[in-house]
């Protein structure tokens, strides 16, 4: 990137409200894409030809495409430049999104669903950085704002698309998310501060000690199977929901929309979650300075 380009350095950087606010929109608009085909299936499989056994495909493999991406790509964040590793993972959602909304072929709309679940796991890199540039003492109320955003994005992301499919077609809501990944695109390259990260370990260490992370952390392993299990049956709802909803209901994509909503307000818990823990780190610090 040329020098008029580049972001201020990390360690010029402090994470100002207004530097909360833009890392949780973005984490909101990028990990929306995982969810816009969920409450819209019944609309894109009659169009691309698609059953009702390989219409659950779509969902499922966005999610797989996320999974891989967690345990390739994310791993990257310790080797290269966080910023140029989150632009170049944003285009690769563009390119995808884009491909979900023209392509007339079912096994390319699969394709390109697992890359849109791949290219979404950019937000897992710009949470740590949150995390790396909010001072000790604020750090949990930092992260637990952008993760309300995060889940304000998964969670809106379903009455969004419903309404937008309702109105415009469903391919309308692909080219829109398309639109604003390029619009997150130029915020990142001109806003984010970059980070290089000082890391010996070369990939293949990386991805193995995950392995080894596992072994080693049994509350690792534990808070691991519950979060999978919790996203399991996440998934499993409002994949089966929307589908209930239309078939046996009747209701219109507006309306399932409207049912999509209640569940937005579950993302007020983040940052109650995330300025508890400041509020349990000030106590412990008080009590260790009290002990000595």
Known sequence: M????????????????????????CCGAIVAN???????????????????????????????GYALGLFFLVPLGDLLENRRLMVITTLVAIASLLGAAWTQQPNVFLLV??????SSVSVQ????????????????????GIMGGL?????????????VADLFGWRAMFIA????????????????PQRQPAHSATYGQLLRSLG??????????????????????????????PLELARQHGLSQSQIAIFALVGAIGAIAAPISGRLADVRISVNVTERFANT
């Open 2 to 25: 040329s020098s008029t380009t580049q972001a201020l350095p990390l360690r010029s950087v402090t994470m100002t409200r207004g530097m909360v606010l833009l890392f949780a929109f």
């Open 34 to 64: 995982i969810y816009y085909a969920q409450p819209i299936i019944e609309l894109i499989a009659p169009d691309l030809g698609l059953s009702s056994s390989l219409a659950s495909l779509i969902v499922s493999l966005t999610q797989i």
């Open 113 to 118: 669903s697992l890359l849109i679940g791949f």
């Open 125 to 144: 890199i710009l949470i740590p950085l949150a995390a790396h540039l909010a001072p000790e003492e604020s750090r949990g109320r930092v992260v637990g």
């Open 151 to 163: 889940l304000l994005g998964i969670l809106l992301a379903r009455p969004v698309s419903s309404v």
């Open 177 to 192: 998310a398309a639109v604003l990944m390029a619009a997150i695109s130029l915020v990142l390259m001109l806003t984010m």
């Open 212 to 241: 080894g992370l596992l072994r080693r952390q049994p509350v690792l392993r534990q808070r691991a199977f519950y979060q999978g299990c919790m996203f399991a049956s996440f998934s499993l709802f409002w994949t089966a929901a």
